[in-house]
Nanobody, 122 residues
């Protein structure tokens, strides 16, 4: 059974930084893509950043470009999100996502972590 374990959320002051980590386990297949989504109270879940494919191409929400950096460690099936210059509007539950082949017949399946709270407040 695939599990995604997240860490690194918490409370940070405006202008501060946080680093989120997520590690996938339980599959013999390497994730095709890994990323971070967030959901703020009263809002829909949105993609923050993703790293895709063997070449590690990245995709960011416009609102975080230049401030957030996603990276991936293929050996650990892990993904990281370095967040800088955080602002109160970045407050949300951040969830890790991994697209991993599985099932019968084999097909890409979305997996989700439990979510980690990021609160930006003075």
């Amino acid at each position: 059974q695939v599990q995604l374990v997240e860490s690194g959320g918490g409370l940070v002051q405006p202008g501060g930084s946080l680093r989120l980590s997520c590690a996938a386990s339980g599959s013999i297949f390497r994730p095709n893509a890994m990323g971070w989504y967030r959901q703020a109270p009263g809002k829909q879940r949105e993609l923050v950043a993703a790293v895709i494919g063997d070449d590690g191409s990245t995709n960011y929400a416009d609102s975080v470009k230049g401030r957030f950096t996603i990276s991936r460690d293929n050996a650990k099936n892990a993904v990281y999100l370095q967040m800088s210059s955080l602002q109160p509007e970045n407050t949300a539950v951040y969830s890790c996502n991994a697209l991993i082949v599985g099932g019968v017949p084999l097909r890409p399946i979305d997996h989700w972590g439990q979510g980690t709270q990021v609160t930006v407040s003075s």
